[in-house]
């Protein structure tokens, strides 16, 4: 059993001031967020089924889907629900109601930045959220979701040929990043000044906590943080590239490189782009970042530019932990999200051929380590808010005992004991990338991807990008592909 923690009057008020919410608010809360289903069953649930729909690609399976999402979208996790249906009508081929569905995510991330009277990491700490549980505080989403989101958006923009749209995502993702740091910052501050003034010691805990989940064994040496995004930058470098503004081409690809050094298609890249611009001095640079001696070919006269987005699997599910403490001579738990696999997933590459190519991609956006990395991040505010979750519940039971109604309390309590397990799940685990040029014309291109194969015909224009997105869903790969105008 882990060591008592000591807790101090002040923690007490708080619990009392969550206690005036009451029992009512604690189950009314989940209902009024859509979340009451979440507290019985677990949100991983819900979302299995939406992704057995993409893997099935049957179309009455896809539409009984997007019929659950309609009523979730209008609740107050509207931008969770959201993404999943932007991203379901995606890979079913609606792109403009994709389109409007991320829309409509991102606009509600700016309303509610705009519009906020507290800040979150205020709301996070909420007496009134203190009644319940997590579920019980709309859904914001995760810092690499935001941004993704308007990467994914992106990618809409860019298979539609609409370049101009796709640049205006592609620098939301940007501020996204830098506006996410600050975020969790903030957060970590409210933290850590709560954790103090209600004098709680949460060593022993997260010691626990390292110990019973496999943080320690997760480590990647590339991810700084658990929102910056390289597909970001080598986008718009591709974008910038297509353009002929090679000067910023080469920051943007550098920035992927920083982010991701082992790619030789981002270092490639970079090369070729210091190259055309002869700066030997960033061809150094990029040679010592990756440790790869790229060439830095030049393109083929007469070619066009193909560039291979690889969006593999699905991103983990969270699972809840309990983890026991003693307070008040009474051994309460804190139940806790987690993700419980044993390490980062190691995914093949996709293979592409024909028209005289054969090339494989290379990873430059791991979701699965990202979403870990978030997780890891948020444990210490997460573990403050559920021990004063629940002391708060704790002197609940004591008031309903004393009124004769701690039945109904007990009842409330294990509805609504659960550790959050939101997250945005229709989201790929892993992104990879590679790309080659070739003569203008008509060619065909064969992916193979673990015995899974499908092919594409793409007609090549000279001095244009053309974007090939495939996707692995389940035993399937689906292909689809724009030029750049």
Not at 37 to 48: D, K, P, V
Not at 114 to 137: P, Y
Request: proline content about 3%.
């Amino acid at each position: 059993m882990p060591s008592p923690m000591r807790i101090s009057a002040p923690s007490r008020r708080i619990a009392l001031r969550a206690i005036a919410a009451g029992a009512t608010l604690a189950l009314c809360s989940c209902a009024s967020t859509s979340n009451f289903a979440n507290a019985l069953t677990g949100y991983s649930n819900q979302a299995r089924d939406m992704r057995q729909a993409l893997v099935s690609g049957d179309p009455s399976h896809v539409q009984g889907e997007l019929a659950f999402l309609d009523s979730r979208c209008r609740s107050a996790d509207q931008i969770l629900y959201l993404s999943e249906r932007g991203r379901i009508r995606s890979l079913s081929g609606d792109r403009a109601g994709s389109i409007a569905d991320y829309q409509i995510a991102s606009d509600a991330f700016e309303n509610r930045r705009m519009k906020a009277v507290i800040s979150a990491s205020e709301t996070f700490f909420a007496a009134s959220s203190l009644a319940s549980n997590d579920l019980a505080i709309p859904y914001d989403g995760q810092g690499f979701e935001k941004v993704m989101l308007h990467n994914l958006q992106a990618l809409n923009y860019l298979l539609d040929g609409n370049q101009d749209f796709a640049r205006i995502e592609l620098n939301r993702a940007d501020v996204e990043q830098s506006y996410s740091l600050e975020a969790h910052a903030k957060l970590a501050q409210k933290a850590e000044s709560t954790r103090r003034q209600e004098n709680i010691d949460l060593s022993s805990s997260m010691e626990q906590l390292r110990s019973r989940t496999s943080l320690n064994s997760f480590g990647d040496a590339s991810l700084k943080n658990s929102f910056q995004n390289a597909l970001t930058f080598y986008l718009r470098g591709t974008l910038f590239e297509d353009e002929g503004s090679l000067d910023k081409a080469l920051i943007e690809y550098k920035k992927a490189l920083d982010i991701f050094p082992a790619n030789e298609t981002v270092a490639e890249s970079a090369m070729r782009v210091a190259k055309r611009v002869g700066n030997r001095r960033e061809q150094s640079n990029i040679r010592n970042i990756s440790g790869f001696d790229a060439p830095g070919y030049e393109a083929p006269e007469g070619s066009g530019h193909v560039v291979i987005i690889f969006e593999q699997g699905f991103i983990s599910s969270r699972s809840t932990l309990r983890i026991p403490f003693l307070w008040d001579d009474t051994i309460l738990q804190v139940a806790l999200p987690y993700y419980n696999v044993g390490g980062y997933p190691n995914s093949a590459a996709l293979e592409v051929t024909g028209a005289g190519i054969n090339e494989r991609t290379q990873g430059i956006c791991n979701l699965d380590a990202m979403a870990i990395q978030s997780l890891k991040e948020d444990y210490p505010s997460i573990l403050l808010r559920q021990v004063l979750r629940l002391i708060a519940k704790h002197e609940m039971q004591k008031e309903a005992d004393k009124q004769g109604f701690g039945i109904l309390m007990q009842i409330t309590n294990i509805v609504t004991d659960r550790a959050d397990d939101r997250n945005w799940l229709t989201l790929p685990a892993t992104v990879q990338v590679s790309d080659f040029f070739l003569p203008a014309g008509q060619h065909m291109l064969n992916c193979r991807y673990m015995g899974l194969s499908d092919s594409i015909s793409i007609d090549i224009r000279e001095n244009r990008t053309h974007y090939v997105l495939v996707t692995q869903l389940g035993q399937r790969l689906l292909i689809q592909s724009g030029d750049s105008l």
